[in-house]
């Protein structure tokens, strides 16, 4: 299973853009990026997800890059509501079955 | 729509006890994955189930398993609790638990074994 790593954590000045980066290095060719964000130990909340392409929606960005070892999550004008943990995920199907590798997370701050 | 529902949302148990949590998932989803979220750990997926079938296994000993009815809810069990089991226990669901599809997740219940 492609690991990923995110830095542990980070801030962020409130209406500022936050990029929060995610290294797949051994991610596989029909493997997807996924990001979620987990508020005070709520139940993780989906954000986006990307396989090949840059992505937009009306959270956040996803920027992949091409060779496709590491991608970045662009929150454009971060709230205080944004402050959570969020997980870069990398999954894809192998033999029928699904693989779910989830990454240590980064804990966002952002600052009034 | 209503989204995943998890139920208890808290539990306390004792160490040699067992415990069944339950999960439904979103009205139409037939995929359903279990996750166990500690603080030394982080996020491990436990298990996933698809039309009543468990379709791909983490990385947990035997005394975690589970199962799925005909209406896509689904049960987890964990049998002779261990301390080490105390975890935010989260499930999420997919239509068809294909590779683009989003899973949501449930609020989790917290499991508290003493």
């Known amino acids: 299973d492609a690991k990923t790593t995110q830095p542990p954590s980070m801030d962020c000045a409130e209406g500022r853009a936050a990029n929060l980066p995610c290294n797949h290095s051994?991610?596989?060719?029909?493997?997807?990026v996924y990001w979620y964000r987990q508020i005070h130990s709520q139940g993780p909340q989906y954000i986006i997800h990307?396989?090949?392409n840059n992505e937009t929606n009306e959270m956040a960005s996803l920027i992949i890059t091409e060779d496709r070892k590491s991608s970045t999550l662009i929150l454009p004008h971060a709230t205080l509501r944004d402050t959570a943990v969020y997980y870069c995920?990398?999954?894809?199907?192998?033999?029928?079955?699904?693989?779910?590798?989830f990454g240590t997370g980064t804990k966002l701050q952002v600052i009034p | 729509k209503a989204g995943v529902t998890q139920t208890p949302r808290y539990l306390i148990k004792t160490r040699g006890q067992q415990v069944t949590l339950s999960c439904s998932p979103i009205?139409?989803?037939?995929?359903v994955s279990w996750y166990q979220q500690t603080p030394g750990q982080g996020l491990q997926f436990l298990f996933e189930?698809?039309?009543?079938?468990?379709?791909n296994k983490g990385n947990f000993p035997g005394r975690f398993s589970g199962r799925q009815f005909s209406n896509s809810r689904s049960e987890m069990n964990v049998s002779t609790l261990e301390l080490g089991d105390s975890a935010l226990y989260l499930c999420?669901?997919?239509?068809?638990?294909?590779?683009?599809?989003?899973?949501?997740f449930g609020p989790g219940t917290r499991l508290l074994v003493l």
């Open positions: 999420a669901s997919s239509g068809r638990g294909g590779d683009e599809e989003t899973q949501y």
């Open positions: 051994t991610i596989s060719g029909n493997e997807y």
């Open positions: 990307g396989l090949k």
């Open positions: 995920i990398v999954r894809a199907y192998s033999g029928g079955y699904q693989k779910v590798t």
């Open positions: 009205s139409g989803h037939r995929s």
């Open positions: 189930y698809f039309s009543e079938t468990q379709r």
